[in-house]
């Protein structure tokens, strides 16, 4: 894999991701055929300023064996599974995504009236957290002695940075996206020993053990590959009697299935009880639902704003999100947030 280009793995992960759940955020069908015009109008759309050019990644990775063409549609081999698994996990798709992401919104005025509007303050979010929910988090900070804090999947760090002005703890903020943690480092700087930040993958975490008293986890665990296993790594970083606090949100696709919206049946919660981890939550569900309506109606109405900016491409990726879990349905949704214990 070490021999692959940039391009080359951008292709890879693009054709990964073709059918999946970023198809249908676009209201495109999963069955399209991935012809080499639809597959570089899906990698440009959601890799944007940071997608190289791939005309000699689609030679290059035939004859090497890792794509086939036939009839005009792109497929992987069998050589080319196993080799997307790999660049996959060094190299995710959503990583490209949130380059693209924080390069735009840092220079989008329109995107810094929209954050104040839905979130009530401007921290470059993505996820779901205003400052409502925040304030549980900010309320724990403030009345626990936490020494050292790991925040998985920190962005741009601005949200961890306003977290750590209301504790006297060193924080360090991880994120896949080299883009987000350089604006974050170049920020904060690098001499700043309460704040720091690096470019990590939660599901590799290369830190010391026995090094944290708090890991965050702030609507991104939904990256991980395997939640026991992300647990693990957990209970490793964490000193003893350390805790995890996590914002997490469950969705269904059939009413059948309302009892997992439970918070004790969460994909988390299932994986906590599976490691014998203790937890209480809170429940965010309505503050959820809000939320998923007061952005997609601030985007209806800002969408204009954007556009004079020569931002459109950015509210169309903002709008795609909040449009479908805006209309995902109320009862087949819900959110907490989990306080856990770990011997």
Wanted: aromatic letters at 14%.
């Amino acid at each position: 894999m070490d021999l692959l280009s940039t391009a080359e793995k951008q292709l890879i992960t693009t054709l990964a991701w073709f059918r999946s759940r970023y198809a249908l955020y676009q209201h495109l069908d999963p069955e399209r055929k991935a012809t080499r015009e639809s597959i570089e109008a899906f990698g440009k759309t959601w890799i944007g300023e940071f997608k190289q050019n791939w005309d000699d990644a689609f030679a290059s990775l035939q004859e090497k064996g890792v794509l086939i063409i036939s009839n005009g549609e792109y497929a992987f081999t069998g050589k080319g599974v196993d080799l997307k698994n790999s660049v996959e996990a060094e190299s995710p798709f959503y990583q490209y995504e949130y380059d693209n992401y924080f390069s735009r919104e840092e220079r989008s005025e329109a995107h810094r009236r929209f954050c104040e509007k839905v979130y009530g303050k401007d921290l470059s979010q993505h996820g779901l957290i205003d400052l409502d929910e925040l304030a549980l988090l900010i309320d724990r900070l403030k009345t626990n002695a936490y020494f050292d804090v790991l925040d998985l999947g920190c962005g741009n760090g601005r949200i961890t940075e306003y977290l750590s002005g209301f504790s006297n703890a060193r924080f360090l903020g991880v994120d896949i996206s080299g883009e987000a943690i350089a604006k974050a480092t170049k920020r904060v700087g690098v001499e700043n020993e309460k704040l720091r930040f690096r470019v990590a993958n939660i599901n590799d975490l290369d830190l010391p053990a026995g090094a944290y008293d708090l890991i965050l986890s702030l609507d991104t665990l939904y990256y991980a590959d395997s939640l026991p296993d992300l647990l693990d790594q957990a209970s490793r970083l964490l000193r003893k009697g350390g805790r995890m606090m996590a914002y997490f949100s469950q969705w269904i696709m059939d009413e059948n299935y309302a009892e997992n919206l439970l918070p004790e049946n969460t994909h988390l919660a299932r994986a906590l009880s599976e490691k014998g981890h203790a937890y209480t939550c809170h429940n965010l569900t309505e503050s959820g639902i809000n939320h998923w309506k007061t952005k997609l109606a601030v985007l209806e109405e800002m969408e204009e704003e954007f556009a004079e900016e020569g931002n459109r491409a950015l509210w169309e990726y903002r709008y795609r999100e909040a449009y479908r879990y805006a209309n995902w349905g109320e009862n087949k949704y819900s959110r907490y947030f989990y306080e856990i214990e770990f011997a």
